[in-house]
Structure formats: C-alpha cells, structure tokens
DNA sequence: TTGTAGGCGTTATCAG
DNA sequence: CTGATAACGCCTACAA
C-alpha cells in the first residue's frame, strides 16, 4: 500500500534513463544543452509522475530561495493587505512569492519572526518596523540579503525605505483647517514608540497649531466612554485628529456629539480604506497609497535580487492625498 | 574585509574543540547527553559568535519544517487575519510559526501557491479554499502533511474542517425577519461559485423564504448605483441580505434611500468587524467568531502535527450568533 | 559523554 | 549533449 515513497530526482532519472545531472538541467530550464528528444522524454515523465522538487534541497544547494517575506506590524490594519498585494503583484511576474508574516505589535514577536526569516534564507525582506533597532535588519544586509523598510523609518540612512510625506501632507490639512476656523486639535493615537510614522504626523499637527492635545489610547482594549471624557468636547473650534482609521470610524459613527453647526468638520484623520467617506461623504481625509508603496518596495527589491546590483538604495516617498 | 564568510556549524564545533555532533545535540536541546562544561562552551560561543542554523540543511536531514503555511482566499477580508491571529496564538506556544499567503479569490494563484507550499515542506497547511478540487490538497495527506479548511468546505469528508453554522444561522434569522414582516429577500453576493458557506446560507435564506432575488457583484469593480437600480426598493417589505461585510458597510452607510418607517431594519448580513454595528447600532447581524474558528484549526493541526496522530480528522462548527 | 560518517535532494563543475 | 561526483549544512544512528 505504501507506494507513496516521495520521489526524487533520482527516480525520474532512472525512469528516464538518463543521469540526475540532465534533469536537473531540465528543470533548470537549460533546454538548449540538451536533445530535444530527452527533454521531451522528461517532460513527459515528470507530468506523468507530477514529480516537484524539494524545495529545501535546492536552496540547500543553489543558496537562495524565491521565497520573498513580508514582515507587517499588524496585519489587522487594511494598510498591511493592501501594501501585501502591491507587493506580491510584482514579485509575482518575476517568479518570486511573497509570504506574509505578522508581528501582532510587539517587538518580541517582531525579533522572533526576523530571526526566523533569516534562517530561511528568503531572498528579500520587506520590513514595516515595529522596534526601531537595526541590530537584527544588519544580519540580512551583511549576508547580501536586500531589505526594505515601508511606512515607517528607523532612521539609519543605509536601508531602502518607501515611506509617504507624513509630515507635508499633516501640515498642508492642518493649515486648512486652520484657515477653517479651528484653533486646537486633540490627536487621538496608539502609543508614539518612536514610530516614525506618528512621530512625523504629531510634529506635522504641531507645526501649525500652537494647542494640542496628545491622547494616547490601546485600540485592543479601547475605553471609549473614558475617551469621551478626556475630549475637550464643550469647544467647538477643537479639531480631533485620529491617527488609526478603525477608532476613527468609530468616532465617526458615535459622531453626534460632535456636530457643531459653525463648524463644518469636526474630525479626520488617515484613512486606508473608503469607509470614512461613505460614513462622511463630505469630509476631508488624508489618504495613503498603500498598494503603490508595496508595489515600489517590491520593485526595489527585484532591482537588487535580479539585477545584482546590491548596492541600489533607494528613499522613495509616495505622497498621501487630502480630500 | 569579507569577514562575513557565513559561519557553519563547523566553525561552531572547531572553535570549541567539539564535533558537529555535539553541537548539534546541544542545538536540538539534547542537553542531558553531554557534560556541563561542553554545554556551557557551546552556549557562549554561540551567543558570541551570533551563529544560527540554515533552516534549509535542518529542513533536507529532519525532513519536516516548524513552519505551518496559511492559505487565505482573500488576505483583505477582515476574517482572514483574524483566523490568522487565531492560528498564530496556538502554534506559537507550540514552537511553530504560521505564515500567511493570499489567494487573492484566484484559483490559478490558489494552485500555484498549493504547488510551492508543497514543495517547500511545510509542516502542515490551513487552507481557506477558493477552488473545490480535491487533488492538489491529497499530495499534502498523501505526504503525511495534515491539512485543515478553515470557514469553506470542499465535500469530501476526509479532510478536517472549521466552519461556522451558515444554514442554521440563516435560517434563523431569517425567521426573525419573516415574523417582523418582510416577504422578500434580496441577496447580494460575489459571484457563489460552488463556495460551501456561499450556497449554504442561500439555501439558509431560500428555506424560510419563498421569494428571493440573487444579485450577484464583483466587489472589485463595484457598480453601485447600477446596484441601486436591481434592487427593489419601491417594495419596503424587501430584506437586503449582503454576504460581503465589505459591501453591507457601503449599503449600510448609504442607507437613507432604504429607509421605511414601518419597518425597522431593511439590511442585514454576515459580519467580522464591529463597524456594521456602529453604523446601525440597533440592527441585528450575523457575527461569526474568525479568531476561535483559527485557534480550533490549528489545534487540530498541533495533535496531527504533534501528537503524531495523522488519523485525527475533525470536523468541528464553531456556531455564528445573531444578534 | 563524545566522535565518525553516511544520508537528506539538488546543483554545478569538470570531464568525456 | 551527457554523466560522475563533490559540494550545500545539518542530523542521527552507530561506535567508542
């Protein structure tokens, strides 16, 4: 019963009568070193069998893999899919796969997955950073593997990033709304941590609004009605920026209380998805481009794993819109 | 300069005077099969030197992996990385790793991704299955690699299962909907495509009610207001049933045309998120449970995996609430 | 407690 | 055009 002996390229090789060298040069694709005859013997033979290769031993021995990962922060966020399909809709057309990994928030989960990943031996990493640390991304760049950083910098100029203009596009709402008649803003966001992403938005609030009002909350364990109360809701001339598009479409649904009649908008924030607008068709958001930012982190990466060129560090900013 | 020669367990075992062997069993935790002394060497040298394993050498000797792949039909639906956070949390504390990949709702990527996931070893394999062909799954049992669906069945009883409670718990809301009044249910899905849990809560709806109009989008390129135009909205008695969250936010939030007085809830669906909720807060939903759906597939996953009971196939139904 | 050596499945170099 | 055969890095009987 046990005919399930996993076959290898030996079995195909004496099933065709040729050595493991020809097919592994079949397999390889170097057609034009062979007969036709043998390849088409193999061809056949490998259909017929539905022989695959091990992949760990050809990594073994080629030293490398098509294998490219993709570390997200969260992959709750929409953000993360979406940049994961831009970045697999490139890999895809050159062979490579993209495979997904989440470090759920936490720098611990992040390190474990990183040290994993390196001993896989990927070909490429895209990294959105959770821990600002480079000791751990080094390890890659060292080995010749190309890594690069999207959303979030951490700060070291020698790693290729694809980032968006968090603090120009901050500041170009904020003077609008300036110009709106607010004269404070209460940011609501995750913890800063250093986050690039966040640190460059608050400095973007703060470039032109002298009073703000920084609230920090946990959006797993989120106390809506305790947020509520930190809000300086009684002024209506208080603009709430929300840096996290699920709390804020929470806020836009509870939304009531914020309706001030001589104030046309009372919240925005970052959005990822359309459904800030559906709930508020007639607000102004800052909108990313997530499937873009995948798209050209993954192009920088083929650049180096493809072309060889491991040297090709690239800082590209993919502007975010407000409207 | 090229220092970073890549360092073997061999440059492991010289620099401490030892054999591979050995620091092969002191890196698999066999501590007890050699002196102190040795095992204390070895764990300095190894934090000195940075040393960590190729992945692909353990792979190819111990023939199996620590990694469990994740094959999701659609990476941007909320459920799937809440099944996924789901699976992470139990294999985690077991030692493997989950990784993610998205069949971006194609059959041709979906079996493209079966192909590569198989031939890289993994562990074992969480599928979300878009297609309905068995054979490409039967290489993983056929291997010994356990293989569990997770949210869709694919009918033949041989293979572990997770799934939700679609026929009962549309049935039962139907019920509820039946005795507030409605006569008629308009259903809005992508296109049923044999996909189990799409067909069972249709067949859910159809049982309770005899008048039902299937409108079937592509959310992709989503016509709305030609979406508008099919519905019957002149009738109040008609009952939106939206299977895509996606979609029922957008209809939720553009509501205002659906709106009858005497009928108090005119959409309903199934859902992952809690912003349906927000955007209606007093209407009843389907809710599924994803992250408990992931957790029990990979529990059934870990005593395959490692209680080495390859025979243990379950079908489990963690029910859906409807409220 | 430790070492030797064959094996895991493929690739790639070097002959023929 | 094709075939031996030494790597690739690690594991695991089997010995000692």
Known sequence: M????????VDVATKAGVSTATVSRYLNGQLN?????????????IEETAYTRNAAAVQLAKQKSNLVAVLASNIDEYFSSEYFKGIVSILSVQGFIGVLFDSNSDTATESALLETVYNQKFAGLVLQPVSTDHNLIEKFTNDGVPVVLIDRDIGNG?????????????????????DTGFNKVTIITEPINHISTRVERVAGIRSVFDH???????????????????????????????????????????????????????????????????????YKFIQQSPFLMGA????????????????????????????
């Open 2 to 9: 046990d005919k399930n002996k996993k076959l290898t390229i």
């Open 33 to 45: 070193q062979m007969s036709e005859k043998t390849a088409a013997k193999l061809k056949k033979i």
């Open 158 to 178: 020698k790693l290729s990033t694809v980032t968006t203009n968090n603090f120009q596009v901050t500041k170009f709402a904020m003077e609008n709304f300036l």
């Open 212 to 282: 703000s009002q920084l609230i920090e909350v946990d959006s797993e364990h989120l106390d809506f009605s305790g947020l509520s109360n930190d809000l300086d809701i009684s002024n209506p001339k208080n603009l709430l920026f929300v840096l996290k598009e699920r709390l804020l479409i929470q806020l836009l649904a509870n939304s009531d209380v914020l309706n001030a009649p001589q104030m046309p908008q009372r919240i925005t924030g970052f959005i990822d998805t359309n459904i800030p607008k559906y709930l508020a068709p007639n």
């Open 296 to 323: 050209t982190a993954a192009e920088i990466l083929m650049t180096q794993i493809s072309e060889k060129q491991p040297e090709y560090i690239k800082q590209i900013v993919i502007p975010s819109k407000f409207e």
